[in-house]
């Protein structure tokens, strides 16, 4: 068995976070921070055998048939359960005796798995989404499945969905596509807002985006927000106020639709004042921080042309669109306000074969 190292990108929500997990569009650009993951083959042993150090998980081992079973600890999760979902949906596979997965239970040979993050999983840039994508893309690779990216998206939104019980998918789409894209409907429609169409998902993402970096700053606030409980806080007020939060929804998909089209003609600062009349509208929902607001207000007076929170809210990071000659105050300014600059570029590659 060959072995195969994949990488997939971190991602940062640019417009249209939490009304994304109702149907609405958002827009998601993919960052130069990548997660590596390599599977190869150990012999004499029917097991899966995971390494994940950037998230205390050494030597961590699982049998074929215990996949999904009993504790998983937190860091290896996706990757389990991603590889549960893979044997599954392959079916044929197993009964096949020539195949690659009955060579493994026939002549005892299992997996070897390791990670390794550009990213810390605090930063909310999507590790488990990287990591969910390059477990299913390593195996497709491994076993020769050749999985299209509607396809490896379907199993890794399906695995994330399985953990998580809820999420948009659009972190998904945004490890397998990269780029920049505008992000609908639980994945019905896909299409790179900067490169060429993906309009048909399986027809790929273009290029490898380098010519089409845009000014944003990245702000750490410092605290980890857990997103489930983030969007089930959301879920609750709309139970609350319907009417209400069905009209922040639609405000913010209104902001997505004008900042694609300001994304297309390259209008940063058009999408500046967008950016924040979307923090307005995450503000109605309950899910900014004061610390957040307070980075927010700082990169605006500095100079920013917009700011707003990225991601679920409730910590995680900022992001300010600033134009080169204001970037050394802007920056300053988010520090000031307590805040960590990422220094991350924008619109890159999807998931790749490394090797
Ligand atoms: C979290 O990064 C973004 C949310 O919209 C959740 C999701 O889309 O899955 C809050």
Same mark, same amino acid.
């Given at each position: 068995?060959?072995?195969?190292?994949?990488?997939?990108?971190?991602?940062? !929500?640019?417009?249209?976070?939490?009304?994304?997990?109702?149907?609405?569009?958002? *827009?998601?650009?993919?960052?130069?921070?990548? =997660?590596?993951?390599?599977?190869?083959?150990?012999?004499?042993?029917?097991?899966?055998?995971?390494?994940?150090?950037?998230?205390?998980?050494?030597?961590?081992?699982?049998?074929?048939?215990?996949?999904?079973?009993?504790?998983?600890?937190?860091?290896?999760?996706?990757?389990?359960?991603?590889?549960?979902?893979?044997?599954?949906?392959?079916?044929?596979? !197993?009964?096949?005796?020539?195949?690659? *997965?009955?060579?493994?239970?026939?002549?005892?040979?299992?997996?070897?798995?390791?990670?390794?993050?550009?990213?810390?999983?605090?930063?909310?840039?999507?590790?488990? %989404?990287?990591?969910?994508?390059?477990?299913?893309?390593?195996?497709?690779?491994?076993?020769?499945?050749?999985?299209?990216?509607?396809? =490896?998206?379907?199993?890794?939104?399906?695995?994330?969905?399985?953990?998580?019980?809820?999420?948009?998918?659009?972190?998904?789409?945004?490890?397998?596509?990269?780029?920049?894209?505008?992000?609908?409907?639980?994945?019905?429609?896909?299409?790179?807002?900067?490169?060429?169409?993906?309009?048909?998902?399986?027809?790929?993402?273009?290029?490898?985006?380098?010519?089409?970096?845009?000014? =944003?700053?990245?702000?750490?606030?410092?605290?980890?927000?857990?997103?489930?409980?983030?969007?089930?806080?959301?879920?609750?007020?709309?139970?609350?106020?319907?009417?209400?939060?069905?009209?922040?929804?639609?405000?913010?998909?209104?902001?997505?639709?004008?900042?694609?089209?300001?994304?297309?003609?390259?209008?940063?600062?058009?999408?500046?004042?967008?950016?924040?009349?979307?923090?307005?509208? =995450?503000?109605?929902?309950?899910?900014?921080?004061?610390?957040?607001?307070?980075?927010?207000?700082?990169?605006?007076?500095?100079?920013?042309?917009?700011?707003?929170? %990225?991601?679920?809210?409730?910590?995680?990071? !900022?992001?300010?669109?600033?134009?080169?000659?204001?970037?050394?105050?802007?920056?300053?300014?988010?520090?000031?306000?307590?805040?960590?600059? !990422?220094?991350?570029?924008?619109?890159?590659?999807?998931?790749?074969?490394?090797?």
């Amino acid at each position: 068995m060959k072995k195969v190292t994949v990488s997939a990108p971190g991602k940062l !929500m640019l417009l249209g976070e939490h009304a994304v997990v109702y149907g609405h569009p958002c *827009l998601v650009t993919a960052v130069d921070r990548r =997660l590596y993951l390599s599977i190869s083959a150990i012999s004499n042993q029917q097991k899966v055998i995971i390494n994940a150090a950037g998230v205390e998980v050494k030597g961590y081992e699982k049998s074929f048939d215990e996949l999904g079973i009993g504790d998983i600890p937190k860091g290896a999760q996706f990757i389990e359960i991603a590889i549960k979902n893979f044997f599954e949906s392959n079916p044929k596979i !197993m009964k096949q005796v020539e195949d690659p *997965l009955l060579r493994i239970h026939n002549d005892k040979i299992g997996l070897s798995i390791k990670t390794r993050s550009e990213f810390a999983s605090m930063f909310g840039f999507g590790s488990s %989404s990287a990591v969910t994508v390059c477990t299913i893309k390593a195996l497709s690779e491994v076993f020769d499945r050749n999985l299209s990216q509607k396809e =490896l998206f379907d199993l890794s939104y399906k695995t994330v969905l399985d953990i998580q019980g809820n999420g948009s998918g659009f972190d998904v789409a945004s490890a397998i596509y990269g780029g920049t894209i505008y992000f609908e409907n639980r994945g019905e429609r896909i299409v790179s807002v900067i490169s060429d169409s993906i309009e048909n998902p399986d027809s790929g993402i273009s290029g490898n985006g380098d010519e089409e970096k845009f000014p =944003l700053l990245v702000g750490y606030s410092g605290v980890k927000a857990d997103t489930v409980t983030l969007v089930k806080q959301v879920a609750l007020l709309g139970a609350q106020q319907p009417d209400v939060v069905n009209g922040i929804f639609q405000d913010i998909e209104k902001i997505v639709h004008h900042g694609r089209e300001a994304l297309e003609k390259k209008d940063f600062v058009l999408f500046g004042k967008l950016m924040d009349q979307n923090q307005d509208c =995450l503000v109605k929902l309950g899910i900014s921080t004061e610390k957040l607001n307070s980075m927010i207000t700082a990169a605006r007076d500095a100079g920013a042309l917009g700011a707003k929170l %990225s991601g679920a809210g409730g910590g995680d990071c !900022m992001i300010a669109i600033t134009p080169n000659s204001s970037q050394q105050s802007v920056k300053e300014a988010i520090e000031n306000a307590g805040g960590e600059i !990422m220094n991350v570029s924008t619109n890159t590659e999807g998931v790749r074969v490394e090797t």
